[in-house]
């Protein structure tokens, strides 16, 4: 693996903290799908398994322990060891991720770029629903996918064997088109926000905060 530098890394956690805040727009949607994919799984319903909350069936630490433990540890050479799983038992896909806690992700920089950029089934076709998407919503696709983004993350991450130089301006670009792009979804009237996450993923009168 290319060396690590601080200066990549901040600038990938500047491009990320940018993409949680357009991610953050999905929060009430990935609340109730968290929620109902406890109550199946505690139901031991498995017919719906393949939508239920990523991170709770997929282990991106796992899949991704060769370029990501060197970037966390580069911050704490402990940090495996402080993650305290949830206890949910064993999840569809290797789940759930060991980094999942009751208030999400507790990697606070530099999650997989994977975990940073995916947009799953759900979050697509609620993008549709006003008017931001006009793609297929049968799988999770990169927010790269969806707009022509500067090829940056993956080599500020030192990973795919891109470690080529990023410019500042390369990282302004990107950030300014994400920003640009959750302005868009925020001028969606809000009542029409709420009608696609009901469309998408219905209340089933269940769905109370846990």
Not at 79 to 87: A, G, Q, R, V
């Amino acid at each position: 693996m290319a060396t690590i530098h601080s200066r990549d890394l901040q600038q990938f956690h500047d491009v990320e903290r940018a993409l949680w805040k357009l991610f953050s727009v999905f929060g009430p949607l990935c609340g109730r799908c968290a929620r109902k994919t406890l109550r199946e799984h505690a139901a031991g319903k498995r017919d719906d398994r393949a939508s239920w909350c990523c991170c709770m069936i997929d282990n991106q630490i796992h899949d991704h322990w060769d370029t990501l433990n060197p970037v966390q540890s580069h911050f704490d050479r402990k940090w495996y060891d402080k993650l305290t799983p949830l206890s949910m038992g064993r999840m569809p896909g290797n789940g759930p991720c060991p980094a999942l806690g009751a208030q999400g992700c507790r990697l606070r920089k530099c999650r997989p770029v994977t975990c940073t950029t995916q947009l799953c089934s759900k979050m697509l076709a609620v993008l549709r629903c006003v008017g931001l998407y006009d793609g297929r919503t049968t799988a999770a696709r990169q927010i790269e996918e969806l707009l022509p983004l500067p090829d940056i993350l993956h080599a500020l991450y030192r990973t795919g064997g891109k470690g080529r130089k990023v410019t500042r301006d390369e990282v302004a670009q990107y950030i300014g088109m994400i920003h640009a792009y959750r302005a868009k979804f925020e001028a969606v009237a809000e009542d029409a926000h709420c009608a696609a996450i009901d469309a998408v993923l219905p209340d089933d009168g269940q769905d109370e905060e846990m």
